[in-house]
């Protein structure tokens, strides 16, 4: 397959950083040369007098070996030399990593959540606060992938809902996991942040410039790990306003109200559109499933008349994480999810799951 370099991801036989998009990417790809030469001239210099000494000293050319004892003026000469340029490599290093970990005055806070497998984004403070979404690979991908026919690009790279930032804004990544650990790695931005569970951590990043820029989840994180793709696009503050006022008109219409009852219909309708966002891309979108990932489709679980079974294993997860948790989506997603998959493929089995019900399941 005939594979191009992608623009804000890797490139064909890459061996250097990625192209900077941020100030801390340059001071990091400066901070990679400038101790790369200092290594290569030690290494050139040590060997070089390693290998004069052994050429010019043989026994084949006459050399005889001397004996002398120790010099004080050498062994302070390669105490303090070698302590200068380490310490000379350290303040640049430590200048670098203190500006990494500055995120004050921050124009733009999001939440970084790291599920298996998949990423959650909480816009919490600045301009698209409240906005709330999952990040999930493309299922076309995950497909691909499935067949061996690896195509495109940004094969393994696309997503359904990109990351948005506006450029030139300084955007603070709190980090955190649900489940097991996980890492937030964007290279041309120079960021790369563990997301543990139980704890929060932070960095951050002002992109320089539009585009669209890829990383991956950079810490082994289960058998799912290739497939936690991040796609962060970076606009222009207009088109990112729009893009804010958009997703704002997204969120209040589908604001709703765990109280409401629906018709089957509707959730069977609202629940075939979760499962393709949410599910498809494990359990397949026949229902079939793959390898140890179990079927849907004829379920004991799912065609049992006890809801609250099947309700509890979409809420707490199973098979120790084999099957996450998916309490992060809400009751009335949960409850048309489950009665599409009651009701679908060959699943008849006519039952409906009210937001109601969900609702009083997570208590």
């Not at 105490?79 to 310490?87: A, E, G, H, Q, R």
């Not at 506006?166 to 931005?189: E, G, L, N, S």
């Not at 629940?271 to 949410?278: F, L, R, T």
Request: hydrophobic share 45%; net charge neutral; glycine share 8%.
């Amino acid at each position: 397959m005939a594979v191009n370099d992608l623009p804000g991801g890797p490139a064909v036989n890459q061996i250097d950083l990625h192209p900077p998009v941020t100030r801390i990417a340059s001071d990091v790809q400066t901070l990679h040369n400038g101790l790369l030469i200092v290594c290569l001239v030690i290494f050139v210099a040590v060997f070089g007098v390693m290998f004069y000494s052994i050429l010019k000293h043989r026994k084949s050319v006459g050399a005889k070996s001397a004996n002398f004892h120790e010099s004080v003026a050498v062994e302070i000469a390669w105490t303090i030399v070698p302590f200068l340029i380490v310490t000379a490599m350290g303040f640049a290093a430590t200048k670098t990593v203190v500006a990494q970990k500055d995120t004050t005055n921050a124009d733009l806070t999001i939440k970084v959540t790291g599920y298996q497998w998949k990423w959650g984004y909480d816009y919490l403070k600045g301009e698209g606060a409240g906005i709330s979404f999952l990040s999930t690979l493309d299922l076309g991908h995950r497909e691909l992938s499935n067949a061996g026919t690896p195509q495109g690009d940004d094969y393994l790279l696309k997503v359904d809902n990109p990351l948005v930032v506006p450029v030139d804004t300084k955007v603070r990544i709190i980090t955190t996991a649900a489940d097991v650990i996980h890492a937030w790695m964007v290279p041309a931005f120079a960021v790369k942040q563990d997301a543990i569970p139980g704890f929060v951590r932070d960095n951050w990043f002002r992109a320089e410039k539009t585009g669209d820029f890829y990383g991956q989840c950079a810490e082994l994180c289960g058998k799912e790990h290739a497939y936690m793709p991040i796609h962060v696009k970076v606009l222009s503050k207009a088109d990112y306003a729009a893009w804010v006022a958009a997703e704002q008109k997204k969120i209040a219409a589908k604001a709703d109200d765990p109280s409401k009852v629906w018709a089957q219909a509707d959730l069977i309708a609202r629940g075939e559109k979760v499962y393709a966002a949410n599910c498809a891309v494990c359990h397949r979108p026949d229902g079939k499933g793959a390898g140890p990932i179990k079927p849907l489709d004829g379920s004991p679980i799912v065609l049992a008349d006890d809801k609250l079974a099947q309700i509890k294993i979409v809420l707490n997860g199973a098979a120790n994480g084999a099957m996450p948790s998916w309490k992060q989506l809400n009751d009335t997603e949960i409850a048309a999810v489950v009665t599409y998959t009651k009701n679908h493929w060959g699943n008849k089995t006519g039952q409906v799951v009210q937001p109601a019900e969900v609702q009083a399941a997570r208590q």
